[in-house]
């Protein structure tokens, strides 16, 4: 069973930087494809930042608004990937929820960033940042 726990949200200024944080226990590292998602109130859950599964290559792949300030990484051994996340905006403000793939989903999809392509989903961190 995979399980996903996000950590690392909080209140920021704009310009400001945060580091998120996903334990995924029972998940295949280096197989499978895992990222990050967000949602902010009024709007459509938006893909942030994956990394592609072992068939991609782990290519990383971005939302064109956080690319060069957002950064998606693993440490496979800790079972752990990463957003950090700087020069915050307001428009970043959002619950920022950790997902991945078990099912071979990825390699389908031309799109990387698709929610649909992830099975399994954390409980989210909020990540406010004022203006």
């Not at 909080?10 to 949602?39: N, T």
């Not at 799109?111 to 961190?125: C, D, I, K, M, Y």
């Amino acid at each position: 069973e995979v399980q996903l726990v996000e950590s690392g949200g909080g209140l920021v200024q704009a310009g400001g930087s945060l580091k998120l944080s996903c334990v995924a226990s029972g998940f295949r590292f280096g197989e499978d494809a895992i990222g990050w998602f967000r949602q902010a109130p009024g709007k459509e859950r938006e893909g942030v930042a994956c990394i592609g599964d072992r068939i991609d290559g782990g290519n990383s792949y971005y939302t064109d608004s956080v690319k060069g300030r957002f950064t998606i990484s693993s440490d496979n051994a800790k079972n752990t990937v990463y957003l950090q996340m700087n020069n915050l905006k307001p428009e970043d403000t959002a619950i920022y929820y950790c997902a991945a793939d078990s099912h071979g989903l990825f390699a389908l999809v031309a799109e990387p960033l698709q929610a649909r392509s992830f099975g399994h989903w954390g409980r989210g961190t909020q990540v406010t940042v004022s203006s």
